[in-house]
């Protein structure tokens, strides 16, 4: 009897485990997003190219065209970390900064420093 009493715990824990690790992600491909406006145009979890490389191609470096334009994902993949990262581009198929077609993003902390917001 005892031993069916630890079996019983056993699986309880087990199955316990096995559901808080289980991450459901509500983001998927398709989902569209606003560009939210950060202090000094300071994008950390959006990785926007360098202005020298936006110039190099052609683009010009202004950060005011790109707050508030919708972006859609494209393809989400998961690092070594266990972070989701995005490529999103404009859903206006047009390209950031007239140079770049699309750009990466952690996208669980662009959400909650409110570089990205859902709409």
């Known amino acids: 009897m005892k031993n069916y009493i630890l079996l019983g715990l056993f699986m309880v824990m087990i199955s316990g485990i096995g559901y808080a690790q ?4 509500s983001i998927k491909v398709g989902d569209v997003f606003l560009v939210g406006e950060v202090a000094n145009d300071n ?9 020298n490389f936006i110039v190099k191609r052609g683009g ?6 790109v707050r508030g334009q919708k972006v859609e ?4 993949k998961e690092n070594s970390k266990g972070d989701l990262i995005a490529t999103i581009s404009l859903s206006s198929k047009k ?3 007239k ?8 996208i ?5 420093s409110k570089e990205l917001l859902k709409i």
């Open 43 to 51: 994008y950390t979890h959006i990785k926007f190219p360098k202005d």
């Open 95 to 97: 390209y950031f900064f």
């Open 73 to 76: 994902v494209t393809s989400i």
């Open 60 to 65: 010009i470096a202004n950060y005011s065209k």
């Open 108 to 112: 669980a902390d662009a959400l909650t």
């Open 22 to 25: 289980s991450s459901e992600t």
């Open 99 to 106: 140079s770049h077609k699309y750009v990466k993003v952690n």
